[in-house]
T-cell receptor, first 112, second 111 residues
Protein backbone atom coordinates (compact mmCIF):
# COMPACT_ATOMS: atom_id res chain seq x y z
CA UNK A 1 0.00 0.00 0.00
CA UNK A 2 1.28 3.41 -0.94
CA UNK A 3 2.78 5.52 1.83
CA UNK A 4 3.42 9.22 1.84
CA UNK A 5 6.16 10.43 4.14
CA UNK A 6 6.45 14.06 5.18
CA UNK A 7 9.30 15.82 6.94
CA UNK A 8 9.91 17.51 9.21
CA UNK A 9 7.05 16.75 11.60
CA UNK A 10 7.12 20.34 12.80
CA UNK A 11 8.90 23.53 11.91
CA UNK A 12 9.36 26.89 13.62
CA UNK A 13 10.12 29.76 11.25
CA UNK A 14 10.75 33.43 12.09
CA UNK A 15 8.41 35.91 10.46
CA UNK A 16 9.87 36.83 7.07
CA UNK A 17 11.86 33.61 6.90
CA UNK A 18 11.71 30.63 4.54
CA UNK A 19 9.89 27.41 5.37
CA UNK A 20 10.80 24.24 3.47
CA UNK A 21 8.64 21.12 3.64
CA UNK A 22 9.32 17.72 2.11
CA UNK A 23 7.15 14.88 0.89
CA UNK A 24 7.97 11.51 -0.69
CA UNK A 25 5.73 8.78 -2.05
CA UNK A 26 6.52 5.08 -2.14
CA UNK A 27 4.31 4.50 -5.21
CA UNK A 28 6.10 4.74 -8.55
CA UNK A 29 2.75 5.24 -10.28
CA UNK A 30 1.99 8.58 -8.66
CA UNK A 31 0.63 11.09 -11.18
CA UNK A 32 -0.08 14.16 -9.07
CA UNK A 33 1.03 15.65 -5.79
CA UNK A 34 -1.26 17.98 -3.90
CA UNK A 35 -0.43 20.30 -1.01
CA UNK A 36 -3.23 21.19 1.39
CA UNK A 37 -3.13 23.67 4.26
CA UNK A 38 -5.24 23.24 7.37
CA UNK A 39 -5.53 26.03 9.90
CA UNK A 40 -6.47 25.03 13.42
CA UNK A 41 -10.16 24.19 13.66
CA UNK A 42 -10.70 24.60 9.92
CA UNK A 43 -11.02 22.23 6.99
CA UNK A 44 -8.03 21.44 4.72
CA UNK A 45 -7.82 23.75 1.70
CA UNK A 46 -5.83 23.03 -1.45
CA UNK A 47 -2.76 25.19 -1.76
CA UNK A 48 -0.99 23.90 -4.84
CA UNK A 49 -0.75 20.87 -7.06
CA UNK A 50 1.99 19.64 -9.39
CA UNK A 51 2.31 16.79 -11.87
CA UNK A 52 5.26 17.77 -14.05
CA UNK A 53 8.91 17.67 -13.17
CA UNK A 54 10.23 21.05 -12.19
CA UNK A 55 8.96 24.02 -10.29
CA UNK A 56 5.72 25.91 -9.93
CA UNK A 57 5.39 29.27 -8.20
CA UNK A 58 2.29 31.04 -6.92
CA UNK A 59 2.99 34.18 -4.94
CA UNK A 60 5.11 33.32 -1.90
CA UNK A 61 4.67 29.58 -2.45
CA UNK A 62 6.89 27.40 -4.64
CA UNK A 63 6.49 23.68 -5.26
CA UNK A 64 9.19 21.43 -6.70
CA UNK A 65 8.70 17.95 -8.09
CA UNK A 66 11.24 15.27 -8.95
CA UNK A 67 9.27 12.38 -10.41
CA UNK A 68 12.30 10.09 -10.58
CA UNK A 69 12.67 10.22 -6.80
CA UNK A 70 8.92 10.68 -6.16
CA UNK A 71 9.80 13.71 -4.06
CA UNK A 72 8.04 17.03 -3.81
CA UNK A 73 8.82 20.02 -1.66
CA UNK A 74 6.92 23.14 -0.69
CA UNK A 75 8.73 26.38 0.06
CA UNK A 76 7.14 29.39 1.70
CA UNK A 77 9.14 32.59 1.46
CA UNK A 78 8.55 35.69 3.55
CA UNK A 79 6.58 33.55 6.00
CA UNK A 80 3.73 35.28 7.82
CA UNK A 81 2.03 34.38 11.13
CA UNK A 82 -1.06 33.52 9.07
CA UNK A 83 0.99 30.73 7.42
CA UNK A 84 1.01 28.88 10.76
CA UNK A 85 -0.92 25.70 9.99
CA UNK A 86 -0.72 21.97 9.29
CA UNK A 87 0.53 21.31 5.76
CA UNK A 88 -0.66 18.03 4.26
CA UNK A 89 0.90 16.42 1.21
CA UNK A 90 -1.20 14.00 -0.83
CA UNK A 91 -0.34 11.74 -3.75
CA UNK A 92 -2.82 10.80 -6.45
CA UNK A 93 -2.53 7.83 -8.76
CA UNK A 94 -4.82 7.82 -11.80
CA UNK A 95 -4.78 4.05 -12.06
CA UNK A 96 -6.05 3.76 -8.47
CA UNK A 97 -9.21 5.69 -9.19
CA UNK A 98 -7.65 9.08 -8.55
CA UNK A 99 -7.72 8.54 -4.81
CA UNK A 100 -5.62 10.74 -2.54
CA UNK A 101 -3.15 9.20 -0.11
CA UNK A 102 -2.17 11.71 2.55
CA UNK A 103 0.91 12.09 4.69
CA UNK A 104 0.71 12.92 8.40
CA UNK A 105 1.57 16.53 7.71
CA UNK A 106 4.10 19.14 8.80
CA UNK A 107 3.04 21.60 11.46
CA UNK A 108 4.46 25.06 10.75
CA UNK A 109 4.64 27.81 13.36
CA UNK A 110 5.68 31.27 12.22
CA UNK A 111 6.96 33.34 15.13
CA UNK A 112 6.50 37.11 14.94
CA UNK B 1 -19.94 28.73 -3.47
CA UNK B 2 -17.29 26.12 -2.72
CA UNK B 3 -18.78 25.04 0.58
CA UNK B 4 -19.05 21.49 1.77
CA UNK B 5 -21.28 21.16 4.82
CA UNK B 6 -21.27 18.45 7.44
CA UNK B 7 -23.76 17.62 10.15
CA UNK B 8 -23.48 17.31 13.01
CA UNK B 9 -20.19 19.01 13.86
CA UNK B 10 -19.90 16.99 17.07
CA UNK B 11 -21.39 13.59 17.79
CA UNK B 12 -21.37 11.57 20.98
CA UNK B 13 -22.25 7.90 20.59
CA UNK B 14 -22.45 4.87 22.85
CA UNK B 15 -20.53 1.69 22.12
CA UNK B 16 -22.68 -0.65 20.05
CA UNK B 17 -25.04 2.05 18.81
CA UNK B 18 -25.38 3.19 15.19
CA UNK B 19 -24.01 6.50 13.93
CA UNK B 20 -25.07 8.41 10.84
CA UNK B 21 -23.09 11.40 9.56
CA UNK B 22 -24.29 13.71 6.79
CA UNK B 23 -22.44 15.67 4.13
CA UNK B 24 -23.78 18.03 1.48
CA UNK B 25 -22.40 20.13 -1.36
CA UNK B 26 -24.05 22.40 -3.91
CA UNK B 27 -21.22 22.47 -6.48
CA UNK B 28 -22.71 19.63 -8.54
CA UNK B 29 -19.55 17.60 -7.96
CA UNK B 30 -19.62 14.06 -9.30
CA UNK B 31 -17.50 12.54 -6.53
CA UNK B 32 -17.90 12.64 -2.75
CA UNK B 33 -15.37 11.19 -0.30
CA UNK B 34 -15.24 10.24 3.37
CA UNK B 35 -11.97 10.32 5.33
CA UNK B 36 -11.19 9.37 8.92
CA UNK B 37 -8.60 11.47 10.75
CA UNK B 38 -7.15 10.49 14.12
CA UNK B 39 -4.65 12.61 16.07
CA UNK B 40 -1.10 12.38 14.70
CA UNK B 41 -2.26 10.21 11.81
CA UNK B 42 -2.79 10.95 8.15
CA UNK B 43 -6.36 11.36 6.89
CA UNK B 44 -7.43 7.91 5.74
CA UNK B 45 -9.82 7.42 2.85
CA UNK B 46 -12.74 5.22 3.87
CA UNK B 47 -14.89 5.27 0.74
CA UNK B 48 -16.06 7.45 -2.10
CA UNK B 49 -18.99 7.78 -4.46
CA UNK B 50 -18.35 8.49 -8.10
CA UNK B 51 -21.81 9.47 -9.28
CA UNK B 52 -23.94 6.58 -7.96
CA UNK B 53 -21.11 4.06 -7.70
CA UNK B 54 -19.78 3.35 -4.22
CA UNK B 55 -16.12 2.41 -3.79
CA UNK B 56 -15.04 1.21 -0.35
CA UNK B 57 -11.47 0.71 0.75
CA UNK B 58 -10.56 -2.94 1.30
CA UNK B 59 -9.39 -2.56 4.90
CA UNK B 60 -12.51 -0.72 6.05
CA UNK B 61 -15.00 -2.48 3.82
CA UNK B 62 -17.08 -4.05 6.54
CA UNK B 63 -16.94 -1.19 9.03
CA UNK B 64 -18.59 1.64 7.09
CA UNK B 65 -21.58 2.00 4.84
CA UNK B 66 -22.70 4.95 2.80
CA UNK B 67 -25.54 6.20 0.69
CA UNK B 68 -25.94 8.97 -1.84
CA UNK B 69 -29.65 9.61 -2.43
CA UNK B 70 -28.89 12.48 -4.80
CA UNK B 71 -25.91 14.35 -6.21
CA UNK B 72 -25.74 16.79 -3.29
CA UNK B 73 -25.91 14.50 -0.26
CA UNK B 74 -23.79 11.66 1.05
CA UNK B 75 -23.99 9.86 4.37
CA UNK B 76 -21.56 7.75 6.35
CA UNK B 77 -23.10 5.01 8.46
CA UNK B 78 -21.57 3.00 11.27
CA UNK B 79 -23.81 0.10 12.26
CA UNK B 80 -22.29 -0.54 15.68
CA UNK B 81 -19.84 2.01 16.99
CA UNK B 82 -16.71 0.86 18.80
CA UNK B 83 -14.21 2.91 20.79
CA UNK B 84 -11.82 2.77 17.82
CA UNK B 85 -14.27 4.78 15.74
CA UNK B 86 -13.62 7.93 17.77
CA UNK B 87 -12.07 10.32 15.24
CA UNK B 88 -12.66 13.33 13.03
CA UNK B 89 -14.62 12.41 9.91
CA UNK B 90 -13.97 14.63 6.91
CA UNK B 91 -16.17 14.78 3.85
CA UNK B 92 -14.83 16.09 0.55
CA UNK B 93 -16.12 16.51 -2.97
CA UNK B 94 -14.55 17.00 -6.39
CA UNK B 95 -15.42 17.17 -10.04
CA UNK B 96 -13.57 15.17 -12.68
CA UNK B 97 -11.04 14.05 -10.09
CA UNK B 98 -9.70 17.58 -9.69
CA UNK B 99 -9.18 19.50 -6.44
CA UNK B 100 -11.04 18.05 -3.48
CA UNK B 101 -12.98 20.53 -1.35
CA UNK B 102 -13.27 19.56 2.30
CA UNK B 103 -15.97 20.15 4.84
CA UNK B 104 -15.31 21.25 8.43
CA UNK B 105 -15.53 17.69 9.74
CA UNK B 106 -17.60 15.86 12.33
CA UNK B 107 -15.85 14.97 15.56
CA UNK B 108 -17.18 11.62 16.73
CA UNK B 109 -16.59 10.49 20.29
CA UNK B 110 -17.62 6.96 21.20
CA UNK B 111 -18.07 6.18 24.88
Amino acid sequence: QQKVQQSPESLIVPEGGMASLNCTSSDRNVDYFWWYRQHSGKSPKMLMSIFSNGEKEEGRFTVHLNKASLHTSLHIRDSQPSDSALYLCAAMTNSAGNKLTFGIGTRVLVRP
Amino acid sequence: DTTVKQNPRYKLARVGKPVNLICSQTMNHDTMYWYQKKPNQAPKLLLFYYDKILNREADTFEKFQSSRPNNSFCSLYIGSAGLEYSAMYLCASSSNYAEQFFGPGTRLTVL
